[in-house]
């Protein structure tokens, strides 16, 4: 069955630093992949997908994560980040039947000044 | 113009009491679900309604129970609240459950923070 692991639960980072979130799936069927991104006091939006086609995807407020088979992880990095990027962030993807969204537990991108 | 809305924002109310969250979507989707978020923020499907059919029904007590008028609207039921309900459950829709991976991208509303006294 398919599953995503993030493998930390809160990530403190300095403002202008990088980050790296990290996110492992498993599945044995095609692999669909997304970060939501859930602003405090807000539902969740979809921050970047990856269906097909090239392995590095990037979102419009800088962000990118890249899909590597091999290590099963689809990681979210960001070169340099800001207050603004204090969210949790979730990894998914979907079941089987690929009528149900899996989430991760998410994580707490903490942005200091 | 709000794409998904859920009513109220907050609901405080007494254990025992029954209580009704609303959701509507204006994005023009056939697929509607609601979610229950913890305070740890884990995030947990309960069910799921496709052009007003039930899709997805997890492992949720029969105290809640989902109506769907028409596609566009999702309510949530819960009878006999418990300090155990109390969490933010959201509504989310998409445009299909099937057709591809992208008409599964979920569109969620703001949430309804609920809490049980």
């Known amino acids: 069955a398919q599953s995503v692991t993030q493998l930390d639960s809160q990530v403190p980072v300095f403002e202008e630093a990088p980050v790296e979130l990290r996110c492992n799936y498993s599945s044995s069927v095609s692999v669909y992949l997304f970060w939501y991104v859930q602003y405090p006091n807000q539902g969740l939006q979809l921050l970047l997908k990856?269906?097909?086609?090239?392995?590095l995807v990037e979102s419009i407020n800088g962000f990118e994560a890249e899909f590597n088979k091999s290590q099963t992880s689809f990681h979210l990095r960001k070169p340099s980040v800001h207050i603004s990027d204090t969210a949790e962030y979730f990894c998914?993807?979907?079941?089987?039947?690929?009528?149900?969204?899996?989430f991760g537990a998410g994580t707490r991108l903490f942005v200091k000044a | 113009d709000t794409a998904v809305s859920q009513t109220p924002k907050y609901l405080v109310t007494q254990m025992g009491n029954d209580k009704s969250i609303k959701c509507e979507q204006n994005l023009g989707h056939d697929t509607m679900y609601w979610y229950k978020q913890d305070s740890k923020k884990f995030l947990k499907i309960m069910f799921s309604y496709n052009n007003k059919e039930l899709i997805i029904n997890e492992t949720v007590p029969n105290r809640f129970s989902p109506k769907s008028p028409d596609k566009a609207h999702l309510n949530l039921h819960i009878n006999s609240l418990e300090l155990g309900d109390s969490a933010v459950y959201f509504c989310?829709?998409?445009?299909?459950?099937?057709?591809?991976?992208?008409?599964?991208?979920?569109?969620f509303g703001a949430g309804t923070r609920l809490s049980v006294l």
């Open positions: 989310a829709s998409s445009q299909g459950s099937k057709g591809g991976p992208s008409k599964n991208i979920q569109y």
């Open positions: 998914a993807t979907l079941n089987t039947g690929g009528f149900k969204t899996i």
């Open positions: 990856y269906l097909s086609g090239s392995t």
